[in-house]
């Protein structure tokens, strides 16, 4: 049996369109095993090397000035793709959003993009759990009872453990064991049923009397009509 493994990740950048020159800033990601932390995580601030608009700082408190001594993308997007490996699925959160900057990076060095059957988007999870209430990652750790006190500002890693409790509370809380358990007692019932001895039985052949067979044909007159079972000839004559 494989194990699923996961990458539950956020990023943070300077704007909203990496088509109209915005960056990222900060990627965060923790690992899950059949849906279990492993407590393996990534975490890079990159330099964006373009200035920090004021209104996104506020937002994540990430500043030109602090960012302009970390690595720019291209020197750690090999990092970022062996963390995530030939079999992580992608986690996030409105996860649109986060994959058209690590696309557009990824595309823009000549790296091969992540596809959409690898990428699972929390935010359609919860909005079909919860329609129409308020489902950003501040609400969900309400809801869910999850601790976010530490989250005065946005932060990638931060943000991203959050999420991975709050993807695990999506999926039912169920123990990811569950599954195996169920897999176990299909092995086994499926085991039972080839191992049950097969009886033959003759054919038997039941008399039904005259009067059995009016009044089973009176209730059908009243209760059903042109009932698919019925022979032609009954059928025939319930249409006259």
């Not at 200035?51 to 690595?71: C, I, N, Q, R, S």
């Not at 992580?88 to 986060?98: E, K, M, R, S, T």
Request: aromatic share 10%; glycine share 6%; net charge negative.
């Amino acid at each position: 049996m494989s194990n699923l493994r996961e990458i539950v990740f956020d990023t943070e950048t300077t704007g909203f369109d990496p088509a109209t020159g915005d960056k990222l800033v900060e990627i965060g990601a923790v690992e899950l095993i059949n849906h279990i932390p492993t407590g393996k995580t990534y975490h890079q601030y990159i330099n964006p090397e373009r200035d920090v608009p004021e209104e996104v700082v506020k937002v994540h408190g990430l500043t030109t000035e602090y960012l302009k001594d970390f690595p720019i993308f291209a020197e750690v997007a090999q990092d970022w793709i062996d963390f995530v490996g030939d079999d992580g699925i992608l986690v996030a959160h409105n996860a649109p959003f986060d994959m058209k900057f690590i696309n557009y990076e990824l595309q823009h060095l000549g790296y091969e993009e992540y596809k959409w059957d690898r990428v699972i988007d929390t935010l359609e999870i919860a909005k079909s759990k919860f329609p129409g209430q308020r489902n950003n990652l501040d609400a969900l750790c309400k809801r869910f009872n999850i601790d976010n006190s530490a989250r005065t500002f946005h932060g990638a890693l931060l943000d991203a453990q959050l999420l991975a409790e709050v993807y695990l509370e999506l999926l039912g809380g169920a123990e990811p064991t569950m599954d195996l358990a169920a897999d176990v007692h299909k092995i086994k019932d499926s085991q039972i049923v080839e191992n049950v001895k097969k009886v033959y039985h003759e054919p038997r052949n039941f008399i039904i009397s005259e009067d059995e067979i009016a009044l089973h044909r009176g209730f059908l007159e009243k209760n059903i009509k042109n009932a698919l079972w019925l022979s032609d000839e009954i059928n025939a004559e319930e249409a006259k």
